[in-house]
């Protein structure tokens, strides 16, 4: 008879919010131990054939799945893909490999598993998160390698074939693209951070997410049901009846709350005592657009246009930008659309600029640092974001603005741009809104002396936070001072939007913390009236505003802001949503 029965809860950090109630399906993504085996010389050219056999079979799979993903819009994952296949045909590595089979006379797996962790002991002396992630990249690239050698198929979210809850270790980018919707009703892991990009797909796919739950495999043995509530981070494994009927309701009535305040227009994004806040969608391709339609978005606030060639070796052209934008204006039809410049560099390098290490890259030549020396691309998607304008409501937004002189150089080049267009008879608009993304700290303190050159503000909280606290935001070792709960962030996020109300310029919010529901009263209270977020979580957001009232909203910021540490605002803000959240209909 199984050990884990009778009702049993274990809580971790929500991070995608929403309940799902399924059985569990563990995710092992854990190396089998591989034996060291000796061939006889006689066997030496066949195990290095059936090594570039394993090889090219792994090639395969991966060109495979990056057509499909291709096909469904995802970028992110196509371009991690790119990463992997570029490294499975560095000749070091194939080279190093047979090497190793015919010196040491050992099987394929042995030796292939020889060579990576040598890699991998390399690499891990660096504490640098870029290479942190290319361990990562390995194993993920080796996994599937050793799997063809043994001809198993890999393991891969993309065949959970029944509705399930995924349980696993830590979720790689890869699986997490692969991850079938129709069947994965959340995920719960038991390490992984609130602004990974992980995190960030698994709300653009909407699927509810807890991560930090200390759970083993075994406590998944002869368990049928699971409940997990990615709004509180409530993981209930066999519920009891009673348990069950509750959750069963709360998702009902999630579930109508969200198809109802999916039709658009229907609903208004405002509290009761009638303050209106303005909801858009965070992008990261063009195909999400559907989403921010499906969910009744007022607009995008953030179009993160680095994914549209994150997967490649080169910046696309100024033609192929402006024909991205213009359809992507006009998809949006009649709503606003604010395309931030290329944020590259920090963990966003992709294979654009592989040789270009920095000891400290969130803190080198990031975003617009690395576009004003890029001069030629920089201009060429200015002119296309302009161009773009002609067609629809545009704003342009700047990454990583540490200060006006920033500012004054990127507008100079918008108006040369202007410029130039003006001279070839180019339709744009003139009066484009141009906006500063405040995520450094520097340009909160500067923010009054910002927004008197620009049209609007943005404030980008994953950043800030790992600015502001020096905590490196992909670094799950770290994430227990990542918090956005605290009060240094809660006195900036307060201290732009006075200065946005003081030059009445709008101040929005586009960071992870915008879609997160404990937040939102606060953010509200604190006056902020944009909030950007990815679309699936919009329907959930909305619902809570309409639950609040802006007196209410404007005492808990206050109470929030006079609260001395992280803990105390965090409990705070549970506290109040968890409260929020027996009305919620
Ligand atoms: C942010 O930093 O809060 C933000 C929205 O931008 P990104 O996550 O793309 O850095
Ligand atoms: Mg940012």
């Given at each position: 008879m199984s050990k884990n029965q009778g009702e049993k809860i274990l809580r971790g950090f929500p991070i995608c919010a929403g309940i799902a109630i399924a059985p569990p399906h563990f995710f092992s993504v854990v190396e089998e131990d591989i034996p060291e085996v000796t061939v006889p010389k006689e066997a030496i050219e066949s195990e290095v054939a059936r090594y570039y056999r394993a090889l090219k079979n792994s090639k395969k799979d991966l060109v495979a799945l990056q057509k499909r993903l291709r096909a469904e819009g995802g970028k992110e994952a196509v371009a991690i893909l790119h990463t992997h296949l570029e490294m499975m045909r560095d000749p070091v590595m194939t080279v190093d490999v047979e090497k190793e089979i015919r010196r040491k006379s050992k099987s394929t797996e042995y030796a292939f598993s020889t060579v990576i962790g040598e890699y991998e002991k390399r690499f891990s002396k660096i504490t640098d998160t870029f290479f942190q992630e290319r361990i990562k990249d390995f194993q993920d690239i080796s996994r599937r390698i050793i799997c063809h050698l043994r001809c198993h198929r890999p393991a891969s979210?993309?065949?959970?074939?029944?509705k399930s809850i995924v349980f696993a270790q830590e979720l790689s980018p890869s699986h997490t693209a692969e991850a079938n919707t129709e069947c994965i009703e959340a995920f719960v892991t038991r390490s992984g951070s609130d602004t990974s990009h992980v995190a960030i797909m698994a709300r653009a796919k909407g699927i509810p997410f807890i991560s930090k739950v200390e759970f083993s495999?075994?406590?998944?043995?002869?368990?049928?049901c699971v409940i997990v509530d990615g709004r509180t981070g409530d993981v209930i494994f066999n519920p009891q009846q009673q348990t069950l009927d509750h959750y069963k309701k709360e998702r009902k009535k999630l579930r109508v709350a969200t198809h109802g305040l999916r039709r658009?227009?229907?609903?208004?994004?405002?509290?009761?005592?009638?303050y209106k806040v303005r909801l858009s969608s965070n992008l990261?391709?063009?195909?999400e657009i559907d989403l921010l339609h499906q969910y009744g978005?007022?607009?995008?606030?953030?179009?993160?246009?680095?994914?549209?060639?994150?997967?490649?070796?080169a910046f696309p052209s100024e033609e192929e930008q402006f024909a991205v934008y213009k359809a992507l204006v006009e998809k949006v039809h009649g709503y606003p659309v604010v395309i931030r410049t290329f944020d590259i560099g920090?963990?966003?390098?992709g294979n654009f600029?592989?040789?270009?290490?920095?000891?400290n890259p969130y803190l080198g030549c990031r975003a617009i640092r690395l576009m004003l020396k890029e001069s030629t691309a920089f201009k060429a998607q200015i002119r296309a974001i302009l161009r773009a304008s002609a067609f629809g409501e545009v704003g342009i937004l700047f990454p990583m603005i540490s200060g006006i002189e920033e500012l004054r150089a990127v507008k100079a080049v918008v108006l040369e741009a202007q410029k130039e267009l003006t001279k070839q008879a180019e339709p744009f608009n003139p009066n484009m809104p141009v906006g500063c993304m405040i995520e450094i700290p520097s340009a909160v303190m500067t923010a009054d002396i910002l927004v008197r050159e620009c049209d609007f503000l943005s404030i980008g909280t994953n950043d800030l936070v790992q600015y502001a606290l020096a905590?490196?935001?992909?670094n799950p070792e770290m994430s227990y001072l990542y918090?956005?709960?605290?009060p240094c962030m809660l006195r900036m996020i307060k201290m732009v939007v006075q200065e946005g109300m003081r030059a009445k310029k709008p101040v929005s919010l586009c960071g992870e913390i915008a879609a997160d529901p404990h937040f939102t009263a606060l953010l509200i209270g604190l006056g902020v009236q944009e909030l950007s977020l990815a679309s699936p979580a919009l329907p959930i957001i909305k619902n809570v505003i309409r639950h609040l009232s802006i007196v209410g909203a404007t005492e808990l910021a206050d109470y929030a802001l006079s609260l001395t540490t992280s803990e105390d605002v965090a409990a705070l803000l549970k506290k109040n949503y968890e409260q929020l959240c027996k009305h919620l209909a």
């Amino acid at each position: 008879m199984s050990k884990n029965q009778g009702e049993k809860i274990l809580r971790g950090f929500p991070i995608c919010a929403g309940i799902a109630i399924a059985p569990p399906h563990f995710f092992s993504v854990v190396e089998e131990d591989i034996p060291e085996v000796t061939v006889p010389k006689e066997a030496i050219e066949s195990e290095v054939a059936r090594y570039y056999r394993a090889l090219k079979n792994s090639k395969k799979d991966l060109v495979a799945l990056q057509k499909r993903l291709r096909a469904e819009g995802g970028k992110e994952a196509v371009a991690i893909l790119h990463t992997h296949l570029e490294m499975m045909r560095d000749p070091v590595m194939t080279v190093d490999v047979e090497k190793e089979i015919r010196r040491k006379s050992k099987s394929t797996e042995y030796a292939f598993s020889t060579v990576i962790g040598e890699y991998e002991k390399r690499f891990s002396k660096i504490t640098d998160t870029f290479f942190q992630e290319r361990i990562k990249d390995f194993q993920d690239i080796s996994r599937r390698i050793i799997c063809h050698l043994r001809c198993h198929r890999p393991a891969s979210l993309a065949n959970v074939g029944s509705k399930s809850i995924v349980f696993a270790q830590e979720l790689s980018p890869s699986h997490t693209a692969e991850a079938n919707t129709e069947c994965i009703e959340a995920f719960v892991t038991r390490s992984g951070s609130d602004t990974s990009h992980v995190a960030i797909m698994a709300r653009a796919k909407g699927i509810p997410f807890i991560s930090k739950v200390e759970f083993s495999a075994e406590d998944l043995e002869g368990v049928e049901c699971v409940i997990v509530d990615g709004r509180t981070g409530d993981v209930i494994f066999n519920p009891q009846q009673q348990t069950l009927d509750h959750y069963k309701k709360e998702r009902k009535k999630l579930r109508v709350a969200t198809h109802g305040l999916r039709r658009k227009g229907e609903f208004e994004a405002q509290t009761i005592d009638g303050y209106k806040v303005r909801l858009s969608s965070n992008l990261e391709s063009f195909q999400e657009i559907d989403l921010l339609h499906q969910y009744g978005g007022e607009g995008v606030g953030l179009f993160r246009s680095e994914y549209l060639f994150l997967a490649r070796d080169a910046f696309p052209s100024e033609e192929e930008q402006f024909a991205v934008y213009k359809a992507l204006v006009e998809k949006v039809h009649g709503y606003p659309v604010v395309i931030r410049t290329f944020d590259i560099g920090g963990d966003k390098l992709g294979n654009f600029y592989p040789s270009r290490y920095e000891k400290n890259p969130y803190l080198g030549c990031r975003a617009i640092r690395l576009m004003l020396k890029e001069s030629t691309a920089f201009k060429a998607q200015i002119r296309a974001i302009l161009r773009a304008s002609a067609f629809g409501e545009v704003g342009i937004l700047f990454p990583m603005i540490s200060g006006i002189e920033e500012l004054r150089a990127v507008k100079a080049v918008v108006l040369e741009a202007q410029k130039e267009l003006t001279k070839q008879a180019e339709p744009f608009n003139p009066n484009m809104p141009v906006g500063c993304m405040i995520e450094i700290p520097s340009a909160v303190m500067t923010a009054d002396i910002l927004v008197r050159e620009c049209d609007f503000l943005s404030i980008g909280t994953n950043d800030l936070v790992q600015y502001a606290l020096a905590v490196d935001r992909g670094n799950p070792e770290m994430s227990y001072l990542y918090n956005p709960a605290h009060p240094c962030m809660l006195r900036m996020i307060k201290m732009v939007v006075q200065e946005g109300m003081r030059a009445k310029k709008p101040v929005s919010l586009c960071g992870e913390i915008a879609a997160d529901p404990h937040f939102t009263a606060l953010l509200i209270g604190l006056g902020v009236q944009e909030l950007s977020l990815a679309s699936p979580a919009l329907p959930i957001i909305k619902n809570v505003i309409r639950h609040l009232s802006i007196v209410g909203a404007t005492e808990l910021a206050d109470y929030a802001l006079s609260l001395t540490t992280s803990e105390d605002v965090a409990a705070l803000l549970k506290k109040n949503y968890e409260q929020l959240c027996k009305h919620l209909a």
